[in-house]
Structures are given as C-alpha cells and as structure tokens.
C-alpha cells in the first residue's frame, strides 16, 4: 500500500482523533448523544481503518490476536462482576443503587462501569471479527504478503484466482 | 408542523418487501444476507417511527423542555444495531466456509456439486 | 419542514433499496448497502433517535460493509448475481406488502403523543432518570439501569458471535495440517 500515500496521510491525521473521539463518546455518554454500544463500534471502526490502510501485520503487532480474545472476554465479565458486587452489597443482580452509600451516585457508578464493560466487548469483538476475516485468506490460502510490490501482487492475484479443487 | 401520518410504516414495508424479495430471488448467499440486513434495518425503522413524539426533541433531559421522543425503542434498536452486525459476520463467516467446502457461493451450484 | 425532511429522506431509501434489488454486480450491492445504511443513520436523526444514529453509521456504514467485502475478498469479487424466475417471488412480496399495508392503517400516526407505545412506563422512566438515576440522556439510563439485565443478554450475544465466528474460521493463524487443495 506504499502508493496510496494521501490515504496513509490522512488515515494518521484521522485514526488518533476516530479514537479520541470514542473515549469522549464512552465517557461523556450520560450527557450526551453516545454510550458503550456507539463507543465500541467507534473505537473498532478506527482499529479497522488502521488495519485497511497499514497492513494486518502491522496491527498485530500491536493489538495482539489474543489480547483482543481476551478482551472480549473481559468486558463482559466486567459487566457481569458488576451484578455480583451490587449481589454482595445487598442489594439485587445489576442494582447500583447498593454500590455507594448514595443511592444516585451508586447509579452513576454502576452505569460507567456497565458501559465500560460493553464499551471494551463490542470493539474487540468487532477487531476480531476482522482478524477472523481478513486472517482467514492469507491463512488458508497461503497467499504471498502484501508489500505493493508489482511482483508480489501478480503472485497474489494467482493465489486468489486460482481454482481450489 | 404537519403531521407525517402513515408514510413512514409504508416506506418501512416496500424496504421489508425488498429484503424478502432479494432472500427469496437471489441464489447467491452474500446477496441473500445483505437482503436480510436491508429487511433488518426496515424493522429499525419502524420502531424508532413508534418512538417518534411530534414536536419532541431527542431524549435527553434539558432544562425548560417537557416534551421528549420515546426513548425505550432507541434502547432496544440500539442493542440490535450491534447484535445485527455481529450475527452478520457469524452468517458471513458460514458463507466462507461453504465456500471452502463448495467452491461456490451460489445455492444452485452447491445443490448440483452436493449431488 | 420536518414532514417533508422525512418523506424526502425515506423515499431516497426505497430508491437504494430497490437499486440493490436490481443490482446483478455483487460489490456494487456491497457498497450500496454501506451507502444505505448511512442513508439511515440520517432518517434516525431526523426521527430524534441520535444514539441509534450514532451506532448505524458506524456499524452499517463502517463495519458491516468491511466485512461483507472482506468475505467477498475471500469468494472471489467479480461475482455476478443469477435471478431466478421473478413471477412467484413477486406475487409473494406484493401480497405480504399489501396486507401489511391494509393493517398499518389502524396503526397510530406517527408522531402521536398520545399512542400506547408512549403512554405505558416511559412517562416514568423520562422521570426516573432525573430523579433517581441523575443522568440527563435517558436512554443511557433505561439501557444500563432500568434494563441492564436486557442490555447483560445482548452483550453476551455479541461475545457470542464473535466466539462462533473465531470457531468457524479459526483464529487467524496458519494450521500447519490444512494443506492446500490441489
């Protein structure tokens, strides 16, 4: 992808603020327009661009396949230890009321917390979403890395129009 | 503001229709999932037009306005959004793997190779 | 204004629809659908349902459409669509279509403040969420206290499918044992 040089451009000037702005969208949800659900998908969106424009490699250096298994996982465990914790306060599955001594701030809390969870289960799992399916050709197929190389994309073209079978 | 009556349920069902007719009509199956979500995304659209209150503004509390949409379907429209696309790429990921298995993704071709 | 805004926007929608129907290239029909559903997002907003707009866009416009052209990486993209014979589809449809369309008629209007859908339990809830929850958007709050064991269910869906989908299609990693067939 070494020619598309006003994508990777933009992408760098972009991704940094598609990822600030899900943080701001996560954490300013109880004001405004915006929650763990829209965060997620926010904050996997840019993951995603960065892997269109740089490479699948590349991300992976970084975000790891199995820290984002792992961290579909915790999300969701965040969110239902939350219910466990509100369990052993006193109160109910999932009633933040019992998580501070006031019941409002209880709520507040509980809420961050929930959102957090969901937050950080939808945007790993849609990361990993793509991993699957963007892994899945150069695993199966055992197609030549993509470097923007002419060579290189003749053989890939090959591998991909080649007749399994 | 005049009222916008019964349109929206109308457009809701041509774009449901579409949906059923390209599931039923289309042999290929990325074709066929993408009619399942345009007939998904009609029944998002028919609930937030329940939620609709004329003259209300979106449902978050704002000193001097008493009139607000009905927020209970966005809740649940919401969680479906992301559930959709989700179940989305277990169907895609299925298609992949029948056409691993098929070398095709065409229900016609699939039915002859399977003979 | 805000009638025509919609009628405007919602018969645009049936346009992309029915130009997917049509569609015989099936990248085409990918990215129409990434066009569609940002299409929607828009009709949310004009509906007052910000937050659902928020997660279209980024869902229908972003995600979805990247993974339908990433299968249609793996299938292959110059696919053609085949159509089978149209007469029988179409009655069907056109049958279903109209009936719906004859009970929609004893539907409340749209925009009415008075039908069910609004009178039962959300009064409270727009109430609750000052009150007890002390949040001002209220959909935060029915989502993640009033029906937080609604919102625990999808959450373990979505963890759910991403599972299926990793079982379906590995995890990404070479497996030594699958040769490639030849």
Same mark, same amino acid.
């Given at each position: 992808?070494?020619?598309?040089?006003?994508?990777?451009?933009?992408?760098?000037?972009?991704?940094?603020v598609?990822?600030?702005?899900?943080?701001?969208?996560?954490?300013?949800?109880?004001?405004?327009?915006?929650g763990?659900?829209?965060?997620?998908?926010?904050?996997?969106?840019?993951?995603?661009?960065?892997?269109?424009?740089?490479?699948?490699?590349?991300?992976?250096?970084?975000?790891?396949?199995?820290?984002?298994?792992?961290?579909?996982?915790?999300?969701l465990?965040?969110?239902?230890?939350?219910?466990?914790?509100?369990?052993?306060?006193?109160?109910?599955?999932?009633?933040?009321?019992?998580?501070?001594?006031?019941?409002?701030?209880?709520?507040?809390?509980?809420?961050?917390?929930?959102?957090l969870?969901?937050?950080?289960?939808?945007?790993f799992?849609?990361?990993?979403?793509?991993?699957?399916?963007?892994?899945?050709?150069?695993?199966?197929?055992?197609?030549?890395?993509?470097?923007?190389?002419?060579?290189?994309?003749k053989?890939?073209?090959?591998?991909?129009?080649?007749?399994?079978? | 503001?005049?009222?916008?009556?019964?349109?929206?349920?109308?457009?809701?069902?041509?774009?449901?229709?579409?949906?059923?007719?390209?599931?039923? @009509?289309?042999t290929?199956?990325? *074709? *066929?999932?993408?009619?399942?979500?345009?007939?998904?995304?009609? @029944?998002?659209?028919?609930y937030?037009?329940?939620g *609709?209150?004329?003259?209300?503004?979106?449902?978050?509390?704002?000193?001097?306005?008493?009139?607000y949409?009905?927020?209970?379907?966005?809740?649940?429209?919401?969680?479906?959004? @992301?559930?959709?696309?989700?179940?989305?790429?277990l169907?895609?990921?299925? @298609?992949?793997?029948?056409?691993?298995a098929?070398?095709?993704?065409?229900?016609?071709?699939?039915?002859?190779?399977s003979? | 204004?805000?009638?025509?805004?919609?009628?405007?926007?919602?018969?645009?929608?049936?346009a992309?629809?029915?130009?997917?129907?049509?569609?015989?290239?099936?990248?085409?029909?990918?990215?129409?659908? $990434?066009?569609?559903?940002?299409?929607?997002?828009?009709?949310?907003?004009?509906? #007052?349902?910000? #937050?659902?707009?928020?997660?279209?866009?980024?869902?229908?416009?972003?995600?979805?459409?990247?993974?339908?052209?990433?299968?249609?990486?793996?299938?292959?993209?110059?696919?053609?669509?085949?159509?089978?014979?149209?007469?029988?589809?179409?009655?069907?449809?056109?049958?279903?279509?109209?009936?719906?369309?004859?009970a929609s008629? #004893?539907?409340?209007?749209?925009?009415?403040?008075?039908?069910?859908?609004n009178?039962?339990?959300?009064? #409270?809830y727009i109430?609750?969420s000052?009150?007890?929850?002390?949040?001002?958007?209220?959909?935060?709050?029915v989502?993640?206290?009033?029906?937080?064991?609604?919102t625990?269910?999808?959450?373990?869906v979505?963890?759910?499918?991403?599972? $299926?989908?990793?079982?379906?299609?590995?995890?990404?990693?070479?497996?030594?044992?699958?040769?490639?067939?030849?």
């Open positions: 992808m070494e020619h598309h040089i006003v994508l990777r451009v933009v992408a760098k000037l972009l991704i940094p598609i990822l600030l702005f899900a943080l701001y969208v996560q954490f300013h949800g109880d004001y405004g327009p915006g763990g659900f829209q965060a997620g998908v926010i904050f996997g969106a840019g993951l995603i661009l960065y892997a269109l424009i740089f490479g699948l490699q590349t991300i992976k250096k970084v975000v790891t396949p199995s820290f984002v298994h792992y961290m579909s996982g915790v999300g465990l965040l969110y239902a230890g939350v219910g466990v914790i509100s369990l052993f306060k006193g109160g109910n599955y999932l009633d933040y009321s019992f998580l501070s001594a006031d019941p409002v701030h209880g709520q507040h809390l509980g809420i961050l917390l929930i959102e969870g969901v937050g950080i289960t939808v945007a799992v849609m990361v990993s979403l793509f991993y699957a399916f963007a892994g899945y050709r150069q695993a199966d197929l055992k197609v030549p890395p993509d470097t923007g190389h002419e060579a290189t994309e053989a890939r073209d090959a591998v991909l129009e080649r007749e399994p079978q | 503001m005049t009222t916008i009556g019964l349109f929206n349920y109308w457009i809701v069902f041509v774009l449901m229709m579409s949906g059923l007719y390209i599931v039923i @009509v289309s290929n199956l990325i *074709k *066929k999932i993408i009619g399942l979500n345009i007939f998904q995304t009609s @029944v998002f659209i028919l937030i037009s329940i *609709k209150v004329s003259g209300g503004t979106a449902p978050i509390l704002v000193d001097g306005i008493t009139l949409s009905n927020p209970l379907p966005h809740v649940l429209i919401l969680t479906a959004i @992301v559930v959709g696309v989700a179940t989305t790429a169907g895609l990921a299925i @298609v992949v793997r029948i056409h691993s098929f070398n095709s993704i065409d229900e016609e071709e699939i039915y002859t190779t003979d | 204004m805000e009638a025509i805004v919609d009628f405007a926007l919602l018969a645009g929608l049936a992309w629809a029915v130009a997917i129907v049509r569609l015989r290239s099936l990248f085409g029909a990918a990215m129409l659908f $990434g066009i569609y559903s940002l299409h929607c997002a828009l009709i949310f907003v004009v509906l #007052d349902a910000v #937050d659902v707009a928020f997660t279209e866009a980024a869902v229908g416009a972003g995600i979805s459409t990247v993974l339908i052209l990433g299968t249609l990486a793996i299938t292959g993209i110059k696919l053609e669509v085949r159509h089978t014979r149209a007469l029988i589809p179409l009655l069907i449809t056109g049958t279903i279509g109209a009936a719906l369309i004859y008629v #004893d539907m409340p209007l749209v925009g009415d403040p008075n039908a069910p859908a009178l039962h339990i959300v009064p #409270d109430e609750g000052a009150t007890e929850i002390g949040i001002p958007n209220v959909v935060t709050s989502l993640a206290s009033y029906r937080g064991y609604d625990l269910g999808e959450v373990t979505i963890f759910t499918a991403g599972v $299926g989908v990793l079982c379906l299609l590995g995890r990404g990693k070479p497996k030594r044992s699958r040769k490639p067939r030849g």
